[in-house]
């Protein structure tokens, strides 16, 4: 089963109660596996800083996945999570 671990400084209050839901259909286009079949974790209220700035949200990702992942496929599953997460969390582009 494929697992995204998302960790984020955005305080659990401010996450969307329906953020899997966006998150899910970002991972079935890109994985190209049913929604059933992945695990989803948020974990947020962590103490992380990108660029230096603590204060600005922030996220860091990891995807694990046997098959359908490879470099360009790597590139294409990041330009959907990072637009759910700059829409839903108000991270920045990177």
């Known amino acids: 089963m494929p697992i995204l671990k998302i960790f984020t400084n955005v305080p659990k209050s401010q996450i969307s109660k ?26 947020s209220d962590c103490f992380l800083s990108m660029d230096g700035d603590p204060t600005s949200p922030a ?3 990891s995807l694990e996945s046997i098959g359908h992942l490879g470099p360009e496929q790597n590139i294409y599953i990041t330009k959907l999570l990072t637009a759910v997460m700059q829409k839903e969390l108000g991270v920045k582009p990177g």
């Open 18 to 43: 329906d953020f899997m839901g966006k998150v899910i259909p970002a991972l079935v286009d890109g994985v190209k596996k049913e929604a059933d079949k992945f695990t989803c974790i948020v974990e």
């Open 59 to 61: 996220v860091s990702a």
